[in-house]
């Protein structure tokens, strides 16, 4: 059975720092590209960031550029996501995906003062 559990997310003050969590079990971790997206109220879900099979490239998007930082563990199946000068317009529900194939049901992170 497929899983991708998130773990890490919760409230946090705007210039705070998260690290976001994602175990992945069921499948073989190191064949997928992992990424980390998001979905805020009322907006569409999007890309944050992804890392290649080995993790010898990233990818980020404008709005997190410089602040997050993407990685992963294939000895652990974990992919993590390190948020430093977290934003209030960060605030959303976060989701690890393998391949755009395979998602997690996500872990919520709120940024406020």
């Known amino acids: 059975q497929v899983q991708l559990v998130e773990s890490g997310g919760g409230l946090v003050q705007p210039g705070g720092s998260l690290r976001l969590s994602c175990a992945a079990s069921?499948?073989?971790?190191?064949?997928?590209?992992m990424s980390w997206h998001r979905q805020a109220p009322g907006k569409e879900r999007e890309f944050v960031a992804t890392?290649?099979?080995?993790?010898?490239?990233?990818t980020y998007a404008d709005s997190v550029k410089g602040r997050f930082t993407i990685s992963r563990d294939n000895a652990k199946n974990t992919v993590y996501l390190q948020m430093n000068s977290l934003k209030p317009e960060d605030t959303a529900v976060y989701y690890c995906?393998?391949?755009?194939?395979?998602w997690g049901q996500g872990t919520q992170v709120t940024v406020s003062s």
């Open positions: 069921g499948f073989s971790f190191s064949v997928y590209a």
């Open positions: 995906s393998a391949g755009a194939f395979y």
């Open positions: 890392i290649t099979r080995f993790g010898g490239s990233t």
